[in-house]
């Protein structure tokens, strides 16, 4: 079974940074995505970043281009999302996921297991 543990969340002012982490456990494969995803309170969860296991490539939600960077640590099954010029929009309950696929999409009902979250926030 899949399991995803967050880490690294917490309170940053606008313009900071912060790399909640995600450690997984479980692939029986070599073939997997794994995501972050996020919800604010009384919005929809929405994609923020994926990589793909196989050859690293990334796709990136349209909000964070250019501010967050999605990378991963094969040998640790580790996955980090560095997150640079946080706005208070960005505050929400950061999820990792993980999709035993080839390649990453950042469609939510792909990914089969969750982590539990953790909260970002961030203060104006």
């Known amino acids: 079974e899949v399991q995803l543990v967050e880490s690294g969340g917490g309170l940053v002012q606008a313009g900071g940074s912060l790399r909640p982490s995600c450690a997984a456990s479980?692939?029986?494969?070599?073939?997997?995505?794994l995501g972050w995803f996020r919800q604010a309170p009384g919005k929809e969860r929405e994609g923020v970043a994926c990589?793909?296991?196989?050859?690293?490539?990334?796709v990136y939600g349209n909000s964070v281009v250019g501010r967050f960077t999605i990378t991963s640590d094969n040998a640790k099954n580790t996955v980090y999302l560095q997150m640079n010029s946080l706005k208070p929009e960005d505050t929400a309950v950061y999820y990792c996921?993980?999709?035993?696929?080839?390649?990453?999409?950042?469609?939510?009902?792909?990914?089969?297991?969750w982590g539990q979250g953790t909260q970002v926030t961030v203060s104006s």
């Open positions: 479980g692939f029986t494969g070599d073939d997997y995505a």
């Open positions: 990589i793909s296991s196989n050859d690293g490539s990334t």
């Open positions: 996921a993980a999709d035993l696929v080839m390649g990453c999409w950042l469609v939510l009902t792909e990914y089969d297991y």
